[in-house]
Protein backbone atom coordinates (compact mmCIF):
# COMPACT_ATOMS: atom_id res chain seq x y z
CA UNK A 1 0.00 0.00 0.00
CA UNK A 2 1.76 3.38 -1.16
CA UNK A 3 -0.62 5.65 -0.37
CA UNK A 4 -3.92 6.93 0.98
CA UNK A 5 -6.78 8.13 -0.93
CA UNK A 6 -8.83 10.73 0.87
CA UNK A 7 -12.80 11.40 0.55
CA UNK A 8 -11.90 14.45 -1.71
CA UNK A 9 -9.53 12.87 -4.23
CA UNK A 10 -6.46 14.20 -2.76
CA UNK A 11 -3.78 11.24 -2.12
CA UNK A 12 -1.11 11.36 0.38
CA UNK A 13 2.05 9.06 -0.56
CA UNK A 14 3.00 6.84 2.28
CA UNK A 15 6.86 6.28 0.54
CA UNK A 16 7.97 8.63 3.77
CA UNK A 17 6.60 8.40 7.53
CA UNK A 18 3.66 10.81 8.19
CA UNK A 19 3.63 13.20 10.75
CA UNK A 20 0.41 13.42 12.31
CA UNK A 21 0.12 16.83 14.55
CA UNK A 22 -1.94 16.37 17.41
CA UNK A 23 -4.37 18.96 18.09
CA UNK A 24 -6.09 18.51 21.53
CA UNK A 25 -9.10 20.66 22.35
CA UNK A 26 -10.12 19.72 25.66
CA UNK A 27 -9.58 21.25 29.01
CA UNK A 28 -7.93 18.19 30.58
CA UNK A 29 -6.07 16.10 28.29
CA UNK A 30 -2.78 14.81 29.77
CA UNK A 31 0.30 16.85 28.21
CA UNK A 32 -1.90 19.85 26.31
CA UNK A 33 -5.27 19.88 28.12
CA UNK A 34 -6.87 23.76 28.56
CA UNK A 35 -4.21 25.25 25.77
CA UNK A 36 -6.07 25.35 23.10
CA UNK A 37 -9.99 25.35 24.33
CA UNK A 38 -11.09 28.27 22.40
CA UNK A 39 -11.17 27.96 18.18
CA UNK A 40 -8.42 30.76 17.27
CA UNK A 41 -5.68 29.23 19.54
CA UNK A 42 -6.90 25.64 18.63
CA UNK A 43 -6.80 27.05 14.54
CA UNK A 44 -3.31 29.27 15.67
CA UNK A 45 -1.84 25.70 16.73
CA UNK A 46 -2.56 24.46 13.61
CA UNK A 47 -1.27 26.46 11.35
CA UNK A 48 1.59 26.45 13.44
CA UNK A 49 1.78 22.73 12.89
CA UNK A 50 1.56 23.21 8.93
CA UNK A 51 4.23 25.19 8.87
CA UNK A 52 6.62 22.82 10.88
CA UNK A 53 5.68 20.61 8.53
CA UNK A 54 2.77 18.53 9.93
CA UNK A 55 1.29 16.12 7.27
CA UNK A 56 -1.59 15.60 9.24
CA UNK A 57 -3.99 17.46 11.69
CA UNK A 58 -5.18 15.14 14.27
CA UNK A 59 -7.97 17.65 16.17
CA UNK A 60 -10.00 15.31 19.40
CA UNK A 61 -12.28 16.95 21.51
CA UNK A 62 -12.73 14.43 24.21
CA UNK A 63 -8.96 13.47 26.29
CA UNK A 64 -8.39 9.23 26.92
CA UNK A 65 -5.60 9.90 28.91
CA UNK A 66 -6.52 6.86 31.87
CA UNK A 67 -9.51 7.49 34.15
CA UNK A 68 -10.82 10.18 31.57
CA UNK A 69 -14.65 10.84 32.02
CA UNK A 70 -16.83 10.72 28.50
CA UNK A 71 -17.57 13.79 27.25
CA UNK A 72 -21.55 14.01 25.87
CA UNK A 73 -21.87 14.03 22.15
CA UNK A 74 -23.20 18.17 22.08
CA UNK A 75 -20.11 19.30 24.31
CA UNK A 76 -17.54 17.20 22.12
CA UNK A 77 -19.42 18.44 18.77
CA UNK A 78 -19.26 22.11 20.31
CA UNK A 79 -15.44 21.75 20.96
CA UNK A 80 -14.31 19.96 17.71
CA UNK A 81 -16.82 21.02 14.76
CA UNK A 82 -15.56 25.17 14.80
CA UNK A 83 -11.75 24.05 14.50
CA UNK A 84 -12.49 21.60 11.78
CA UNK A 85 -14.69 23.95 9.71
CA UNK A 86 -11.91 26.92 10.30
CA UNK A 87 -8.68 24.51 9.89
CA UNK A 88 -10.27 22.75 6.79
CA UNK A 89 -11.00 26.57 5.05
CA UNK A 90 -7.64 28.01 5.94
CA UNK A 91 -4.90 25.42 5.85
CA UNK A 92 -4.66 22.54 2.78
CA UNK A 93 -3.32 20.09 5.02
CA UNK A 94 -5.38 17.10 5.85
CA UNK A 95 -7.65 16.90 9.00
CA UNK A 96 -8.42 13.69 10.82
CA UNK A 97 -11.10 13.54 13.67
CA UNK A 98 -10.17 11.93 16.85
CA UNK A 99 -13.26 10.45 18.24
CA UNK A 100 -15.26 7.10 18.58
CA UNK A 101 -18.79 9.06 18.33
CA UNK A 102 -20.56 8.44 14.62
CA UNK A 103 -22.05 11.81 14.69
CA UNK A 104 -18.80 13.68 15.82
CA UNK A 105 -16.79 11.69 12.94
CA UNK A 106 -20.02 12.65 10.18
CA UNK A 107 -20.23 16.36 11.16
CA UNK A 108 -16.61 16.42 11.23
CA UNK A 109 -16.29 14.91 7.31
CA UNK A 110 -19.05 17.25 6.09
CA UNK A 111 -16.68 20.18 7.56
CA UNK A 112 -14.24 19.12 5.59
CA UNK A 113 -11.81 16.59 7.81
CA UNK A 114 -10.59 13.68 5.59
CA UNK A 115 -9.56 10.65 8.16
CA UNK A 116 -11.47 9.14 11.15
CA UNK A 117 -9.12 8.45 14.17
CA UNK A 118 -11.40 6.00 15.88
CA UNK A 119 -9.75 5.02 19.34
CA UNK A 120 -12.34 2.13 19.32
CA UNK A 121 -11.44 0.44 16.44
CA UNK A 122 -15.49 0.76 15.24
CA UNK A 123 -16.61 -0.63 18.93
CA UNK A 124 -18.33 2.17 20.99
CA UNK A 125 -20.33 3.28 18.18
CA UNK A 126 -22.84 1.35 16.04
CA UNK A 127 -23.01 3.61 13.74
CA UNK A 128 -19.43 4.84 12.92
CA UNK A 129 -18.53 1.85 10.00
CA UNK A 130 -21.33 2.87 8.31
CA UNK A 131 -20.11 6.72 8.40
CA UNK A 132 -16.56 5.99 7.49
CA UNK A 133 -17.73 3.26 4.44
CA UNK A 134 -19.83 5.66 3.02
CA UNK A 135 -17.96 8.87 3.22
CA UNK A 136 -14.70 6.39 2.18
CA UNK A 137 -12.54 8.28 4.58
CA UNK A 138 -9.43 6.30 5.46
CA UNK A 139 -9.76 4.91 9.16
CA UNK A 140 -7.39 4.30 11.99
CA UNK A 141 -8.11 1.45 14.23
CA UNK A 142 -6.45 1.34 17.33
CA UNK A 143 -6.22 -1.19 20.16
CA UNK A 144 -7.03 -0.60 23.27
CA UNK A 145 -7.91 -2.98 26.55
CA UNK A 146 -10.94 -1.83 28.13
CA UNK A 147 -11.88 1.73 28.36
CA UNK A 148 -9.97 5.17 28.67
CA UNK A 149 -11.97 5.25 32.13
CA UNK A 150 -10.53 1.76 33.20
CA UNK A 151 -7.81 0.36 30.90
CA UNK A 152 -4.87 1.03 33.20
CA UNK A 153 -6.56 -1.02 35.85
CA UNK A 154 -4.04 -4.16 36.29
CA UNK A 155 -3.71 -4.28 32.55
CA UNK A 156 -2.44 -8.01 31.88
CA UNK A 157 -1.38 -10.26 28.74
CA UNK A 158 -0.03 -13.48 28.84
CA UNK A 159 1.29 -12.42 24.96
CA UNK A 160 0.80 -8.83 24.52
CA UNK A 161 2.01 -8.73 20.66
CA UNK A 162 -0.43 -11.79 20.03
CA UNK A 163 -3.27 -10.46 21.59
CA UNK A 164 -2.92 -7.19 19.91
CA UNK A 165 -1.97 -8.39 16.65
CA UNK A 166 -5.07 -10.65 16.57
CA UNK A 167 -7.30 -7.31 17.75
CA UNK A 168 -6.46 -5.54 15.03
CA UNK A 169 -6.52 -8.59 12.03
CA UNK A 170 -10.47 -9.18 13.56
CA UNK A 171 -11.14 -5.24 13.98
CA UNK A 172 -9.66 -4.97 10.13
CA UNK A 173 -11.68 -8.01 8.65
CA UNK A 174 -14.46 -6.80 10.94
CA UNK A 175 -14.19 -3.28 9.03
CA UNK A 176 -14.00 -5.00 5.46
CA UNK A 177 -17.18 -6.93 6.68
CA UNK A 178 -19.10 -3.36 6.94
CA UNK A 179 -18.20 -2.27 3.79
CA UNK A 180 -14.47 -0.13 4.59
CA UNK A 181 -12.20 -0.97 1.85
CA UNK A 182 -9.05 -2.21 2.96
CA UNK A 183 -6.68 -0.16 1.46
CA UNK A 184 -8.42 2.85 3.98
CA UNK A 185 -7.75 0.82 6.81
CA UNK A 186 -4.50 2.38 9.22
CA UNK A 187 -3.99 0.34 12.12
CA UNK A 188 -2.34 1.56 15.96
CA UNK A 189 -1.05 -0.67 18.56
CA UNK A 190 -2.64 2.04 21.08
CA UNK A 191 0.72 2.49 23.06
CA UNK A 192 -0.31 3.41 26.60
CA UNK A 193 -4.14 2.11 25.71
CA UNK A 194 -4.47 -0.49 28.90
CA UNK A 195 -0.62 -1.59 28.91
CA UNK A 196 2.30 -1.83 31.07
CA UNK A 197 5.57 -0.06 30.65
CA UNK A 198 6.63 -3.53 29.43
CA UNK A 199 3.96 -4.04 27.17
CA UNK A 200 4.17 -0.52 25.72
CA UNK A 201 8.24 -1.36 24.77
CA UNK A 202 7.83 -5.19 23.41
CA UNK A 203 5.31 -3.76 20.92
CA UNK A 204 7.52 -0.82 19.74
CA UNK A 205 10.20 -3.47 19.39
CA UNK A 206 8.54 -5.64 18.07
CA UNK A 207 6.18 -3.34 14.99
CA UNK A 208 7.14 -4.99 12.13
CA UNK A 209 4.84 -7.62 13.14
CA UNK A 210 1.93 -5.02 13.50
CA UNK A 211 3.22 -4.06 9.84
CA UNK A 212 3.46 -7.26 8.08
CA UNK A 213 -0.66 -7.45 8.84
CA UNK A 214 -0.15 -5.13 5.40
CA UNK A 215 -1.64 -1.94 6.32
CA UNK A 216 -0.12 1.08 7.38
CA UNK A 217 0.72 1.15 10.60
CA UNK A 218 0.58 4.80 13.15
CA UNK A 219 1.74 5.12 16.19
CA UNK A 220 1.38 7.40 18.93
CA UNK A 221 4.20 7.69 21.39
CA UNK A 222 4.32 11.03 22.20
CA UNK A 223 4.92 11.89 25.75
CA UNK A 224 3.45 8.92 26.79
CA UNK A 225 3.66 8.19 30.50
CA UNK A 226 5.71 4.91 29.59
CA UNK A 227 8.81 7.20 28.47
CA UNK A 228 8.36 8.69 31.91
CA UNK A 229 8.80 5.60 33.86
CA UNK A 230 11.43 4.24 31.56
CA UNK A 231 13.46 7.91 32.05
CA UNK A 232 11.52 8.84 35.76
CA UNK A 233 10.50 12.47 33.81
CA UNK A 234 7.44 14.36 33.96
CA UNK A 235 5.71 15.16 30.90
CA UNK A 236 6.98 18.14 29.81
CA UNK A 237 10.28 16.74 29.66
CA UNK A 238 9.94 13.25 27.74
CA UNK A 239 10.71 15.04 24.02
CA UNK A 240 13.78 13.46 23.43
CA UNK A 241 12.30 10.19 24.94
CA UNK A 242 9.85 10.50 22.41
CA UNK A 243 12.21 11.23 19.50
CA UNK A 244 13.83 7.77 20.44
CA UNK A 245 10.89 5.64 19.59
CA UNK A 246 10.08 7.62 16.53
CA UNK A 247 13.33 6.56 15.18
CA UNK A 248 12.56 3.10 16.10
CA UNK A 249 9.02 2.96 14.94
CA UNK A 250 10.34 4.11 11.45
CA UNK A 251 12.94 1.72 10.97
CA UNK A 252 10.29 -1.04 12.12
CA UNK A 253 8.18 0.11 9.39
CA UNK A 254 5.74 3.16 10.77
CA UNK A 255 3.91 4.69 8.44
CA UNK A 256 2.22 7.65 10.85
CA UNK A 257 3.64 9.13 13.61
CA UNK A 258 0.98 11.07 15.94
CA UNK A 259 3.00 13.78 17.86
CA UNK A 260 2.51 16.99 19.94
CA UNK A 261 6.36 18.17 19.24
CA UNK A 262 5.73 18.44 15.56
CA UNK A 263 9.54 20.81 14.35
CA UNK A 264 11.49 17.92 16.03
CA UNK A 265 9.65 15.12 14.76
CA UNK A 266 9.67 15.84 11.43
CA UNK A 267 13.87 16.34 11.37
CA UNK A 268 14.53 12.89 13.30
CA UNK A 269 12.28 11.17 11.00
CA UNK A 270 13.18 12.90 7.62
CA UNK A 271 17.04 12.16 8.87
CA UNK A 272 16.47 8.09 10.09
CA UNK A 273 14.76 7.72 6.72
CA UNK A 274 17.99 9.11 5.13
CA UNK A 275 19.47 6.44 6.82
CA UNK A 276 17.71 3.74 6.31
CA UNK A 277 17.30 4.88 2.97
CA UNK A 278 21.05 4.73 2.35
N1 LIG B 1 -3.24 8.57 21.81
C1 LIG B 1 -4.00 9.54 22.37
C2 LIG B 1 -5.15 10.01 21.73
N2 LIG B 1 -5.53 9.51 20.54
N3 LIG B 1 -5.15 8.06 18.72
C3 LIG B 1 -4.43 7.10 18.15
N4 LIG B 1 -4.81 6.60 16.96
N5 LIG B 1 -3.30 6.59 18.74
C4 LIG B 1 -2.86 7.04 19.95
O1 LIG B 1 -1.83 6.52 20.44
C5 LIG B 1 -3.61 8.07 20.59
C6 LIG B 1 -4.77 8.56 19.94
C7 LIG B 1 -3.61 10.10 23.70
O2 LIG B 1 -2.79 11.23 23.57
P1 LIG B 1 -3.28 12.75 23.68
O3 LIG B 1 -4.25 13.07 22.60
O4 LIG B 1 -2.10 13.62 23.72
O5 LIG B 1 -3.95 12.87 25.10
P2 LIG B 1 -5.46 12.89 25.61
O6 LIG B 1 -6.06 11.59 25.22
O7 LIG B 1 -5.33 13.10 27.09
O8 LIG B 1 -6.16 14.02 24.91
Same mark, same amino acid.
Given at each position: ??????????????????????????????????????????????????????????????? !?????? &???? *???? #? $??? =? @? +???????????????????????????????????? !?????? &???? *???? #? $??? =? @? +???????????????????????????????????????????????????????????????????????????????????????????????????????????????????????????????????????????
Amino acid at each position: MSELLLPDGRKLPLDRALIMGVLNVTPDSFSDGGLFLRTEDAVRRAEEMAQEGADIIDIGGES !SRPGAE &PVPL *EEEL #R $RVI =P @V +VREVAQRLSVPISVDTYKAEVARRALEEGASIVNDI !SALRFD &PDMA *EVVA #R $RRA =P @V +VLMHMKGTPRDMQRNPYYEDVLGEVEGFLKERKEAAVGMGIPEENIILDPGIGFGKRVQDNLQLLKNLDRLVALGSPVLVGTSRKSFIGAVLDLPVEERLEGTLATLVLAVAKGAKILRVHDVRPAVRVVRMAEAVLRA
